[in-house]
């Protein structure tokens, strides 16, 4: 029965004969218990014993192993692990940390995982990555740290613009429209714009990039994009 002052005993086993010792296994980590024994000879049984406590120890956690993290997008790093076993207890959750650059060691928790796999995202393209893992149970026993594993994010790139529209305002201008182009983990800062005059022609090469235009060439004439 659990506790040094309980009172609601229950039986939890017998010995044969008259053997003076018994073995308790299914019990619980970190937790006190407390028996009393009696005898007896088939048909009558004898007074009990006085009461004896034992608090067993803290249960044994052993450290997640073979940490991998790898990229599942310029944002966002995914991690698997092989899972903890605790012998006097039952893990509840994994506790995953994560701290900026390989050679990193001030760690933070990320969150919190009840499997061996956990998603991180929100983070930022062309960056690298720490992370460690431990477990923790019901009674918030904390298991040992696994090794670090590292991973960097891909460098981002916007999609291509989409829709592209040309409609000929006058001889001399073409006004151009498009759907906007997105980028997961950095901002689209400006569109190129190139062209080609008539069938066959060889296309325009971008000459500049100010902060407000972009400006190509085609033989001696120029192109302004405003």
């Keep these: 029965m659990p506790g040094a002052g309980c009172s609601n005993f229950v039986q939890v086993g017998t010995t044969p004969d008259e053997t003076p010792s018994y073995s308790d296994t299914v019990l619980l980590g970190s937790t006190s218990y407390t028996y009393r024994v009696r005898a007896g000879d088939g048909l009558n049984v004898g007074p009990y014993s006085s009461n004896a406590s034992a608090t067993t120890a803290a249960p044994v956690l052993t450290a997640p192993t073979n940490l991998t993290v790898t990229a599942a997008s310029s944002t966002q790093l ?60 019901a009674a918030s026993n904390m298991s040992a ?39 997961a983990g950095g901002t ?5 714009v190139e062209r080609c005059a008539g069938a066959g022609l060889q296309c325009l090469v971008q000459v500049a990039t100010p902060t407000n235009h972009v400006v190509f060439r085609h033989g001696a004439h120029r192109f302004n994009k405003l």
Excluded: H, K, M
Aim: aromatic content about 8%; some cysteine; hydrophobic content about 30%.
């Design 78 to 137: 995914n991690l698997s692990w092989t899972a903890s076993t605790e012998t006097g207890g039952t893990i509840s959750q994994y506790l995953v940390e994560r701290c900026q650059s390989s050679g990193c060691s001030t760690f933070t928790q990320a969150g919190t995982s009840s499997t061996t796999t956990y998603n991180d995202s929100g983070l930022t393209a062309s960056t690298s990555y720490s992370y460690r893992v431990r477990a923790t149970d």
């Design 145 to 183: 740290y696994s090794t670090t594993a590292s991973a960097t994010t891909p460098v981002t790139s916007p999609t291509a613009p989409g829709n592209l529209a040309a409609v000929a305002s006058g001889p001399v201008q073409a006004n151009l429209t498009w759907t906007a182009s997105t980028e």
């Design 188 to 192: 689209v800062s400006l569109y190129a």
